[in-house]
């Protein structure tokens, strides 16, 4: 009788710890989710391409006249991205047609090109997570980039005529430290 | 504000968002760097800023208060920087009110590229519009002006 109650007992914390289990990965699944809605966002996703022509605008078309990546992400000899974008979005006299600007713009370099456009879920977390591409960053760091990096902000205050990151910042972080908390597992 | 232009120091009374173009042109008289659109789409007004490429129509004044500013008219100061050679030699300009912006920008890519090829060309010179068309003749004389540069020991 009493090694039946105990197998009873056995069975069911195996199967409360299966569903916790779970529960966590759903969990973590869905703060991927998150962390995914935001950096395949046009702010975000317009420069984490695969070619070498950066996109624009909220309908990620090709960025006007013909401007490159660069080796190093920051444009082309000669026509760097600071040619045209500052340190700081434009005031308002300046009017709606004006580039952005925020400190250090840039696309990642031609060599660790992180892509996030199009890119599946479980894709998005292998890149996002591989320190050989994402600038030697372990967890901690990429949430500390995240979380205060200037031109990551610039996402949720991009200026005149672009549609900010419509997951309000604070959320992101805080599902940004929740899948890192959880391990950061890639879904799938 | 204090602004270093030409290796100058001007001391410029002026609100802290009006534009570097502005400044130039109308409170230094500087009217070498060319109006073209205001909204950095045509590359009419491109000067070096510490010695790289802006587009002084959206640059705010204050944003380059500390910083080295060069107009085209000290790119030189008796036409002899190779990129005003080569385009006298090659005889680009044909209206003209592009070119300063042009000129402007080849100095910069051949600073970056001693030796450009037609592509990095291309890809530098891409931003700066010439109603004209002259942009074969630019080009050529890009590679000359490399050449020149390369002659005078500068690259």
């Known amino acids: 009788m009493h090694v039946c109650i105990l197998r009873i007992f056995a069975t069911l914390s195996a199967l409360l710890l299966a569903a916790s289990a779970f529960a966590r990965v759903a969990e973590a699944d869905a703060d991927f989710a998150t962390v995914q ?3 395949q966002h046009p702010r975000c ?3 984490h391409i695969p070619g070498d022509a950066p996109l624009q605008f909220d309908d990620s078309r090709p960025h006007a006249q013909h401007v490159r990546r660069g080796d190093d992400g920051k444009g082309a000899p000669g026509l760097p991205c600071s040619t045209c974008h500052g340190q700081a979005n434009l005031p308002a006299s300046y009017g709606a047609h004006v580039p952005p600007g925020a400190p250090n713009w840039h696309l990642p370099p031609a060599a660790h090109r992180m892509v996030f456009i199009d890119a599946p879920a479980a894709q998005l977390c292998r890149t996002l997570k591989d320190s050989a591409q994402n600038g030697g960053k372990d967890l901690a760091a990429l949430l500390e980039h995240v979380r205060s990096d200037a031109l990551v902000l610039w996402g949720w205050n991009p200026g005149q005529g672009r549609a900010p990151v419509p997951v309000p910042h604070a959320d992101f972080v805080d599902a940004f430290r929740r899948w890192t908390d959880a391990g950061a597992p890639c879904p799938g | 504000m204090k602004l270093d232009i030409n290796g100058r120091s001007h001391e410029i009374d002026a609100p802290d968002d009006m534009p570097l173009l502005w400044v130039l042109r ?4 500087l009217t070498g760097t060319k109006y073209g659109c205001g909204m950095a789409q045509c590359g009419a ?3 070096h ?3 790289q490429p802006m587009r002084s129509c959206v640059t705010p004044a204050s944003a380059v208060a500390g910083q080295k500013i060069t107009t085209i008219e000290s790119l030189s100061d008796d036409a002899s920087h190779p990129v005003q050679r080569a385009w006298i030699e090659l005889d680009v300009v044909q209206c003209g009110y592009c070119q300063s912006g ?5 100095a910069a890519l051949i600073r970056a ?3 450009p090829s037609d592509a990095d060309i291309d890809a530098a010179m891409a931003g700066n519009l010439c109603r004209c068309g002259t ?9 000359r002006a490399a050449e020149l540069a390369r002659e005078d020991g500068h690259a």
């Open chain 1, 45 to 47: 996703a317009n420069c």
């Open chain 2, 26 to 29: 109308d409170l230094v008289g």
């Open chain 1, 37 to 39: 809605r935001v950096l």
């Open chain 2, 135 to 143: 942009y074969q003749r630019i080009r050529a004389a890009v590679h």
């Open chain 2, 49 to 51: 800023v510490d010695g």
């Open chain 2, 113 to 115: 590229k001693p030796k």
């Open chain 2, 102 to 106: 042009q000129v402007m920008a080849a």
């Open chain 2, 45 to 47: 007004c491109t000067v």
